[in-house]
Every structure is written in C-alpha cells, then in structure tokens.
C-alpha cells in the first residue's frame, strides 16, 4: 500500500477508458508512485547514446536518463542546456528492456509534453538544465507521466510533491564528481523529517501549521509526512555520485536509490565502474561487498572532479526559491 | 509452529510486500515471520518466498552474484511455495521476450512453463489499474495495479490461468508457484498476499 498524501482527484493527467471490463485507469498516483518504487535499491544511469544505455543496462541499472551531454559537460559547454533530442531519446526506448527517462527544463511545460508524447516512462525537471521559468515549476498533475524533482530541503521536496512529482532526489551539485553536497541535502532533509515526526507525536498541531507556512505548502501533506516519518514518495540520491563508495554512503544514510551522472561515462572505466556502482547500491550494508566493487574501478581512472566552493555555477540553485 | 515468509530483497518494492504480508499473517491469525531475504543462508530457513515488482534484469543479474538464484532454485525444486510479481513473474518463467526487442539473455528461474511478454501492455504511460477476477481462489473482485506489465501469452499444460485482462494471461499458478503480473502489495486488499500465506501455512504441514 502506498501513502498517497497530497493526491488530487481532479487531477488532468489521469486518463479513464472504458472497456467492456470496466474503467481502465491511467497517470493515477498509485501509478506514478507505484513506478518509482519499482526503482528503489536500484540505481538510474545518465547516459547519452545507445551504446551507453546498452552499457548501463548489462550492468544491472534500473533505468537510464537521457540527456544531450553529461552534466559536467553541460558545465563546460556554457550556453543554454535544453532537452534531449528526441530521435537518440527513441534510439534508446527501442534498444533496451529498462524504463527510460529524460529531463526537461524547470517550468518548460512543452518539453515536458514532447517527452510524453515520446513516450518517456518518466520526466526528470531538472536543474542541469536551464530553466524556462525562475517562478514556477511545471504543474505535474496535468501530466500522465511520472515527474522526478531534485530537492534541497524537505520544503522544496514537499512543494514539488504537492505539484505532483511521483519521486524526489538530492539535487547534490550536479557535474562535479564530488559528494558532499548530495550528503548536506539529505542529511537536512532528514533532520527536518525528525523534527515534523517530534512535533506530530508531541501533539501540538499550532506547530505544524506554523511548518506548513513556512515550507510553503498545505497543512495536509505536512501532516501526512509528519506521521509517515519520511517522505511520501520514493528519494534517491543524485548529484556528484562517482564511486561505489559513493553510492553505499548514501543508501546508508536512507536514500532509496541512487542517480549516476557524469561520474560513469566521464570515467575511463565506464563498464567497470557501472557494474560495481550497481553492486555496492544492492549491497550496501555489506562492507565487504562495498569493498570488493571498489576494487573494480582505479581510482586514477575517475573523473577529476570539482571543488564545490570554487564554481561559477551552481546548478542547486536553480528552481530552489518556487 | 510460526512459518517464516521471505520476501527476495535484492531490489524492488520489498517494503511494500513486506508490509502487505504482515498484514495478511495478523488478519488470518498465523504465527509468522515475514523477512527480507538477501543471502542463501537466510533463504534457506524459508517456508515461503515472495519475488517482488522491480526491474527484472537487475534483480536476475545481482542475485547471480551471491549464489541466491542457485538456493532459490533448491528450495522451489523442493515444494518451496513462491509468488512472484511482475518482475518476480518474469524470474520464475522458462522463457521471456521483451513486446519491442524480442527475446532478452537474461538469468531466469525457469520454473513456470508459459511463454512470457515483458512490457506487454506498452510503456508507463499505458501502465493502468483496472478490476479484474481471479475466481477459482475464490477472489472474484482485485484492483489489478499494472505497470509496465508483463503478460503471459502461452501456458503448458501443469498451468492453471488464474486471470485474463483483455484476453491476456495475467496471474498463473503452477503447484506452488503463482505469478502475477500486477501488484497486489500496492492496494490495500490483502486477499492474494493471504492467499498465499494460506499456501505456505498448509504445504508446510
């Protein structure tokens, strides 16, 4: 049974046939949420061809997340990061068996149509991308796919939540190779989870509504949240994720899954690297495991990687404020 | 005497089984344990397995790689009841193709003798929740929750159908092994979970 806090009934993206069997329904949240959490314990790999979707696949991936370039690529480039182009995203969706995603940009309502009407299995509004809007994020209940946010802090993830996003993710520092601040996010957001949980079991409902004003979202869903003790839909963790190590540190620390950028195809070992990410996000509390996946990589083949401190661009920023 | 039922916790939505199983335990009155399983010792102190919905191919890859495949084999050859969902359907199959790129090389339990589909009703947007009956255990009314389902286009002749959604085979029993290809765990009805903890319950005595 899902916790499904924060559904609309009136929600546009839900599509009812009726058949000789009775209605048929589809984009209701029991399917959208119900999708992402046939990803937990999995990790979704950002790829940018067939060869590397095939790749991610052979390795055990739950999905891959089709882009134009790798986010530390994106960094270098400059200029305006847009969607994916469709005949590589339709390359993709008929080369392997796993879902396929793709981001779009914050707020841009009609990439995200193009990628539903290409059929995506699900759509990543994503910060590596420009945004399209400084204001709004896109209205995901309109949508019969699945939405995934990156989120900083349990009121950004409640917001997106209540603007329908099936799953959410650490925005991390996307591109950087570097850990740290997918660490903070999910830390913060867990801290903020015990603190809700302390004051719902504590009674005081004059608290959680102040918590409500503050994170900018219904008294309901902070409810919900409050007494669920975690978030109502499925988190991963994303953003500077480049080793095995990496990847067993954030299932520790309560993530559901994990994303993998730059750091596998920006590696040199891409084939070794994914499948031992992989490994040590099943295993993870088997440091024995954790040990033998990062044997398989070299750490003088990662990415280089980036200071956080010293960037010009911080792509966690973007959509933070709506 | 309390049964212990394992739910494969490789990858996929354990908890939900987990949840859905304890629930059907407390609601028929059994002793039991419900655990998630990774390592073949800990599936080897089983009555009961429950392969849950995931991705299939990661689930078959990774379970290779501990030998839990191998121990899951023994103890199904050995009357072990399993069900497995969507993905754990997939796993126990003899053959499966995926509807868009034909037959996959995947690692399969090869239990259930049916042909199967994989992605059979289309990608997440065609995923559906519709109602549908499974009358010869007795459950006439489930909300089938569908996403990127499988179906089964062919059954040998030891396998009983269970369930057809639009003329496709959609849960199958085998002796002891049942398959659906929606997911029971993501409703609140706990009538298959029970029925299958049922079967655990008898085939142990």
New interface residues.
Partial sequence: ??PLSGERSDAKGIVC?K?S????????S??KR??A??????VVMDVTNVEQAQIA?EA????VMVLDKLPSDVRKAGGVARTASIRIIEEI???????VMAKCRIGHVYEARVL?ET????IDESEVLTPADETHHIWKWDF???FVNGARSLAEALRRIEEGAAMIRTKGEPGTGNVAEAVTHIKKVNDELRAIKAIYDSGDNQDLVRMAREFKVSYDIVEETAKLGRLPVVNFAAGGIATPADAAYLMSLGCDGIFVGSGIFNATDAKERARSI??AT??WNEPE?VKEAQKMIDERQSMLGLDVKTLELRMQERGSSA | MSINVGILAIQGDVQENIDATKRAVTELGLDGNVIPVKTPEEISNLDGLIIPGGESTTIGHLSLVNSSLKKIKEKIEKGMPVLGICAGMIMLSKTASDRIIGKTDQPLLEFLDIKLERNSFGRQRDSFQADISMDSIDIPVFNGVFIRAPSVSDVGSGVQVLSKFNDKIIAVKQGNIIGTAFHPELTQDTSLHKYFVNLVSTSRN
């Fill in positions: 049974m899902l046939d058949s069997s009775g209605d048929v329904l589809h984009g209701t029991t399917l119900g999708f959490h046939m990803l937990k314990n999995g696949e055990g991936a739950v999905s969706m008929s080369s392997v068996t796993i879902p539903e059929n995506v299995d699900m019969t796919t699945p992989v490994l099943t295993f495991k």
